[in-house]
């Protein structure tokens, strides 16, 4: 991916890690923050961050602390490919497993999760 993308505020902290260690790193992922809603004013965006240096249909990986109803996924996504660019990857720290998964790959997104929850709702990790 050419940049990673997440929706406000649960993104935040992993977006912001992924593009800090990777310019450390040498290999700069640029970060991008997705707003609820665009600004009444000043940029008027709904995508923070270097989208200038993107170029057109940018390659970028959506992420988000958890997956539950993928909604907070969705609404990033929308922006994201709102904006000229496409979702390559869909990444969550944990799937609920409440259905936001598997309306993820319905709509065709490449969607992983480092855990996961059980029925019980104890998280398990993924092999």
């Not at 700069?28 to 170029?55: C, S, T």
């Not at 993928?70 to 660019?85: K, P, Q, R, T, Y």
């Amino acid at each position: 991916a050419q940049a990673i993308a997440g929706p406000t505020l649960g993104a935040d902290p992993i977006v912001s890690s992924v593009s800090v260690v990777s310019h450390v790193e040498g290999h700069p992922v640029p970060g991008l923050i997705v707003r609820k809603e665009a600004k009444e004013h000043g940029g008027k965006r709904a995508i923070e961050g270097p989208m200038a240096n993107l170029g057109e249909n940018a390659r970028i990986a959506v992420v988000d602390d958890a997956c539950t109803t993928a909604s907070s996924l969705f609404l990033a996504i929308d922006a994201v490919e709102a904006a000229g660019h496409q979702v390559v990857k869909v990444i969550a720290i944990l799937d609920r497993n409440e259905g936001g998964s598997d309306k993820l790959r319905s709509r065709g997104y490449d969607f992983v999760a480092l855990l996961s929850a059980n029925e019980k709702g104890e998280i398990i990790p993924l092999n």
